[in-house]
């Protein structure tokens, strides 16, 4: 593998543009570590040019958020005939938007909490606190409200207290036009990775996370000391296993491919509920899927590289 040279897609414009790079400058540096040549690339107006003249032989998107996840840089590879790490296209617009996701897994007898979905123009065009009582009335108290795409928990929030929510809708909007309001579940977060190899996608051990602050919000989740991780979670082996087993599911069923992760919260009666999954993953040092990589006894670095040669081997597709 140490003739191939790939490029690292991070940046792009994105609210979690900074979490990006900090993701991309981490896995170069574990390819490098492996023997890759390897550049770092911005999703900027220079992208295209650079696929035309300098072709890769494999690319492994970085990006967070926006085109990263939602499949349009993985259809600008696609129409350049570059082999890349992750998901295709048509999946990741289906995994990206978090309603989508939870929709097919529940139709299919997976738990994920109750949610409704309210774009922006139906509290214009019915009256905002009319809205809002009628979701209180639908979801109860607590509940948490999120943008129906995006990641990161920008513009996540909890609420506890009805006099809270037209302050807390108005923030989560500002992170898109959709909110999804969903039926807060206090339990154990769990973040469960997978990556396919050659029997399949395999679920990584679980990552307990526990907030100091309560809630894991951008700053717990990207600021050392704030947040407690323990890996493998402190989970019944029992429930320990019906996580992975979620994790593989949802990664199976959305068409997921090469590596992903799933969130999820068991209840204190043990029931493993979805929450969403991610098709890009963060690489950063607070980051999930390094630590349960390391606790799998693998590395970063071997990790992708071997990721990498699976993509090239089944080529721009």
């Known amino acids: 593998m140490s003739d191939r040279w790939v490029a690292v897609l991070s940046g792009g414009l994105s609210h979690e543009r900074d979490v990006s790079l900090r993701s991309g400058r981490r896995l170069s540096a574990a390819l490098r570590s492996v023997g890759l040549t390897v550049e770092e690339w911005d999703a900027d107006a220079g992208l295209l040019e650079r696929l035309r003249t300098n072709k890769p032989d494999a690319v492994v998107v970085a990006l967070h958020g926006g085109e990263g996840e939602n499949g349009s840089i993985q259809s600008i590879l696609e129409m350049f005939g570059v082999p890349y790490v992750g998901t295709d296209s048509r999946s990741?617009?289906?995994?990206?938007?978090?309603?989508?996701a939870k929709a097919e897994l529940a139709r299919v007898g997976l738990t994920t909490p109750d949610w409704v979905v309210l774009p922006h123009s139906t509290f214009r065009e019915l009256g905002a606190q009319a809205v809002l009582d009628a979701l209180v009335d639908r979801i109860g108290l607590?509940?948490?409200?999120?943008?129906d795409q995006g990641g990161s928990a920008l513009g996540t929030q909890v609420v506890r207290d009805a006099a809270e929510l037209p302050a807390a809708m108005v923030g989560c909007l500002a992170y898109g036009d959709t909110v999804l309001a969903e039926q807060f579940v206090d339990g154990v977060e769990v973040a469960v990775g997978v990556l396919e190899g050659p029997a399949g996608p395999e679920a990584l051990p679980a990552v307990e996370i526990s907030p100091t602050t309560g809630t894991y919000d951008y700053t717990a989740r990207y600021t050392a000391g704030l947040t407690e991780f323990h890996t493998p979670a402190r989970l019944a082996p029992a429930v320990a296993v019906e996580?992975?087993?979620?994790?593989?599911?949802a990664h199976r069923l959305l068409g997921l491919r090469d590596v992903s992760r799933t969130t999820a919260i068991v209840a204190p009666d043990g029931t493993v509920n979805f929450l969403q999954v991610n098709v890009s993953p963060g690489l950063t040092e607070t980051s999930l899927l390094p630590m349960a990589i390391e606790a799998a006894g693998r590395?970063?670095?071997?990790?992708?590289?071997?990721?990498?040669?699976?993509a090239v081997a089944r080529g721009a597709r």
């Open 92 to 100: 990741c617009r289906r995994s990206w938007d978090k309603p989508t």
């Open 142 to 147: 607590p509940l948490i409200l999120k943008p």
């Open 243 to 249: 996580v992975g087993e979620l994790a593989v599911a």
């Open 299 to 310: 590395s970063l670095g071997d990790t992708f590289a071997t990721l990498i040669e699976r």
